[in-house]
């Protein structure tokens, strides 16, 4: 049962109890994988796949022939939900793309930036019980929109040594340019170190469990990474008038992702509060994943109830969730006082599963507090933003004796000597 707490009582731990490193340590495991596919490259890749998959593969990449069978095997229906969908994730990502500026401002300067994306980027996506057609729509466009040369997709086969045709098709609608069976840690090391079928990536992004979580860690510097993600996390902060069946279901939309996942509902009225706790209850009787869910809202859901709506968003602050629904009669009024949050969801009747499948915003987002710092996944993800200058004779001759001044008080003789040599005399 979701426990009911009182604002004005909590300690700082209860505020934040997603201790989401209470899990396994694998990291020797991990190091083990990456060691084995840097000196065995496909050998290993198969056997890991075999061993953990259940699969026997004789080609690792996705043929072209079953990308045309995953397009006939689609429902219809489904089709065109996948495709609707990837034009809303596209329209709203090619809003973020960003125009360099050059600056002529001082005679014989020109001064800039430009972007310019990243050239080979990997994504990886689980499979529970199927591989997710959401992320790959979500990690692949944004990319593509970026300008990225080569999008390599890897995702864990079913035993058969297939992948779901949902998840092809969307591959395919996405962009994405080759599609390897692969998962785990062994799919991060290929993407980050490169074997005889799968090309080295730039930059790895997507989610996994602990196993994948470690291998980015640890592959962090050889190539890039978009985050370490932890479990999946709601809060809904609701006044009395929302109704009690719409936030509980809301929470466990989360809740049946993980037993590590986190719900809170933060709510100014005790008499929602209680409501919500027997409401969840009850749905939980009948959701199928409910042994799951079960779990997530015991450990770590929770209820709080605070004096005024100015305690809701301080709640909300503190925590800093990966999903925040404003569930009150304005919700864009309380919007500019939300600090920290990866994605907000206005209204009570826009429930957070929106975000995940169909809106258009990026359902990639940052967890465990990290919101209090970064930023959902999107076009920026994939770009490197450089700066370019040139002086031309007399703008040097005007500024070197003051870079030479500058670099001989940091004790730099060469930086000076540079500077002065160029001096016109």
């Known amino acids: 049962m979701m426990k009911i707490l009182d604002f004005d009582c909590l300690t700082p731990e209860e505020f934040l109890n997603r201790d989401i490193r209470a899990e396994e340590d694998v990291s020797g ?37 079953e990308f045309d069978a995953a397009r006939r095997a689609v429902d219809p229906y489904f089709l065109e939900t996948l495709e609707e969908a990837a034009e809303k994730i596209r329209g709203f990502h090619e809003r973020q793309r960003h125009n ?20 080979r980027v990997g994504v990886c996506v689980p499979r529970s019980p199927e591989a997710f057609p959401s992320t790959i729509l979500m990690s692949v466009i944004p990319a593509k929109i970026a300008g990225v040369e080569s999008i390599v997709l890897v995702t864990p086969p079913r035993p058969d040594g297939s992948v779901s045709p949902e998840a092809l098709t969307a ?49 962090f510097g050889q190539v890039a990474i978009d985050m370490i993600a932890g479990p999946s996390e709601i809060l809904v902060l609701a006044d009395g008038k929302t109704n009690p069946k719409w936030a509980a279901a809301d929470l466990l939309s ?14 100014d009225s005790w008499e929602l509060a209680e409501a919500v706790q027997a409401e969840v209850e009850a749905q939980l009787k009948v959701l199928p994943r409910r042994g799951i869910a079960a779990r997530s809202i015991e450990d770590n859901g929770k209820i709080i109830v605070a004096g005024s709506l100015d305690k809701a968003v301080e709640a909300v602050n503190r925590i800093a969730p990966e999903h925040l629904e404003l569930c009150v009669d304005d919700p864009f009024l309380l919007l500019p006082r939300i600090k920290n949050a990866g994605s907000v969801f206005l209204g009570r009747s826009t429930p957070e599963a929106l975000g995940d499948y169909f809106a258009g915003p990026n359902h990639t987002l940052p967890t465990s ?9 999107g076009v920026d ?28 008080r940091e004790g730099l003789e060469g930086h000076a000597r540079s500077a002065l040599s160029r001096r016109a005399p």
């Open 29 to 65: 495991a991990v190091d083990a994988v990456i060691r084995n596919v840097r000196n065995c490259g496909d050998a290993a890749l198969r056997d890991y796949t075999r061993r953990f998959d259940g699969a026997e593969l004789k080609d690792l990449r996705v043929s072209d022939e």
């Open 100 to 119: 360099g500026f050059v600056l002529t401002d001082c005679p014989g300067v020109v001064m800039g930036q430009r972007w310019t994306p990243i050239e």
């Open 381 to 408: 993800d994939f770009m490197k933003r450089s700066s370019f200058l040139c002086y031309d004779q007399a703008a040097l001759n005007a500024c070197a004796d003051r870079i030479a001044d500058f670099a001989r």
């Open 254 to 267: 989360q809740a049946e992702h993980d037993p590590l996942s986190s719900a809170v509902l933060v709510t």
């Open 369 to 377: 507090g990290t919101a209090r710092f970064s930023s959902p996944l």
């Open 171 to 219: 591959a395919e609608l996405a962009g994405a340019d080759t599609v390897f069976k692969l998962g785990g840690a062994q799919a991060v090391a290929a993407l980050a170190y490169g074997t005889e079928s799968v090309p080295r990536v730039d930059k790895i992004v997507g989610p996994g469990g602990v196993f994948v979580a470690t291998a980015k860690r640890k592959v």
